[in-house]
Structures are given as structure tokens and as C-alpha cells.
């Protein structure tokens, strides 16, 4: 099956500072990638996704990049603010229902 | 509010027990997946039921099952509980009708096998 794996697992920055958060994935037919933001306590809840036919894509502040070629893909937050700080997990889909997560990476930003 | 519901929110038993959890998937949607949150683990994908009938497994053990019912809630079933069992248990759906489906997560079941 599909293996995602994201680095790095916890990230610090002060706010204002932008943020990246990686992850690779083996298998070539995945086709969709979609990055879930969990808060302490809450539920994971999708923040952002992208298919394989598109390099980059942007919704204000967060923008995901994707290397179909090296098989990974970035999730990049700018101006980073407090209520940034959660666990985001990227994903990898190749049928469009079975989803493979990643570990999470732990951002915590500093006021 | 997501629009999917687990029951319980908090279940606490004994090694060597067995639990339900259960879920009820947004409106409309048709697809059901269970997750097993650990802390060191992320998400780790057990199982997906499409209206009814399974349709993908994961890394589920044997002592696990599920099933989707005619109104398309889930349930899944922990026998012969272990310590290791111990973690959060998400439930997700999505209306499972094109390629680049969005999955939408429940609040989640703790459970706690002692």
C-alpha cells in the first residue's frame, strides 16, 4: 500500500514567519492530496487540497506544492498567527477514497 | 459540527472486553471510514464501507470488525481488548460519487482499555 511520510514531526516559529511542512509518498498512481488541520482536541479538518494535474495552489495565507516526479508534496503557511498552531497531517489518495495519512507535524507558533 | 456523529464520546473498559462504537455519516453521504488516532501514530486507516458493502482494509486486526448498516451508520467492533487498544477512534464519511473525495471527521471516541 501507500506510505506517506512527513517531516518535520514539530515545528516552532514566531509569528509572522512562515511555516513548511513536508511529506513524500510512494506510490506514483496517487493522484490527490488533501493537508487536515487538527487543534488540540478537535477533530482533523481539511484545509487545503490538490490533484496530480496541478503543480501549486493557493487559499490566502496557505498554499500546497506538488512534485509529481519526486513524489512529494509541501504545505506552506505565511504570516503564521497563533491560531495556526495545531497538528496538520498531509494525505495521499489514488482512488479518491482510500486515504493514507502521514504522522502529523506539531506546529506551535509564538506570539 | 462536521455533520458526523460517534457515540460515545468517552469509553472506558477493561482488557480482555469488547466495545461498539458507532457512527452516523453526514446526510447524503454513502462512504463510512474508520481511524485509529495514537499519539505516536497519526492516523492510521483500519477500514472504509461504501453504501453498505466494504469497500477497502486497512491495517485492522483480526480481533476488529465493522459493518455498515441499510442506514448507512457504522459500527465498529473491539474484541479481546489490549492495552495497546487504548487510543482515539475517528470516524469520517464523504459522499463517495467522484475521485477527489473530501472526508469529513467526527469528534472522535477515546477509548481507554486498562
Same mark, same amino acid.
Not at chain 1, 25 to 30: E, F, G, I, M, V
Given at each position: 500500500g501507500e506510505n506517506v511520510e512527513q517531516h518535520p514531526s514539530t515545528l516552532s516559529v514566531q509569528e509572522g514567519d512562515s511555516?513548511?511542512?513536508?511529506? !513524500?509518498?510512494?506510490?506514483?498512481?496517487?493522484?490527490y492530496f488533501p493537508w487536515y488541520k487538527q487543534e488540540l482536541g478537535k477533530r482533523p479538518q481539511l484545509i487545503i487540497d490538490i490533484r496530480s494535474n496541478v503543480g501549486e495552489k493557493k487559499d490566502q495565507r496557505i498554499a500546497? !506544492?506538488?512534485n509529481k516526479t519526486a513524489k512529494h508534496f509541501s504545505l506552506h503557511i505565511t504570516e503564521t498567527q497563533p491560531e495556526d498552531?495545531?497538528?496538520y497531517f498531509c494525505a495521499a489518495s489514488k482512488t479518491g477514497n482510500q486515504f493514507y495519512f502521514g504522522t502529523g507535524t506539531s506546529l506551535t507558533v509564538i506570539p | 459540527d462536521s455533520g458526523v456523529t460517534q457515540t460515545p464520546k468517552h469509553l472506558i473498559t477493561a482488557t480482555g472486553q469488547r466495545v461498539t462504537l458507532r457512527c452516523s455519516p453526514r446526510s447524503g453521504d454513502l462512504s463510512v471510514y474508520w481511524y485509529q488516532q495514537s499519539l505516536d501514530q497519526g492516523l492510521q486507516f483500519l477500514i472504509q464501507y461504501y453504501n453498505g458493502e466494504e469497500r477497502a482494509k486497512g491495517n485492522i486486526l483480526e480481533r476488529f470488525s465493522a459493518q455498515q448498516f441499510p442506514d448507512l451508520h457504522?459500527?465498529?467492533n473491539l474484541s479481546s481488548l489490549e492495552l495497546g487498544d487504548s487510543a482515539l477512534y475517528f470516524c469520517?464519511?464523504?459522499v463517495a460519487r467522484g475521485r477527489f473525495e473530501k472526508l469529513f471527521f467526527g469528534s472522535g471516541t477515546q477509548l481507554s482499555v486498562l
Open positions: 511555516a513548511v511542512i513536508k511529506c !513524500t509518498y510512494s506510490d506514483s498512481a496517487s493522484n500546497v !506544492t506538488l498552531s495545531a497538528v | 457504522s459500527e465498529l469520517a464519511s464523504s
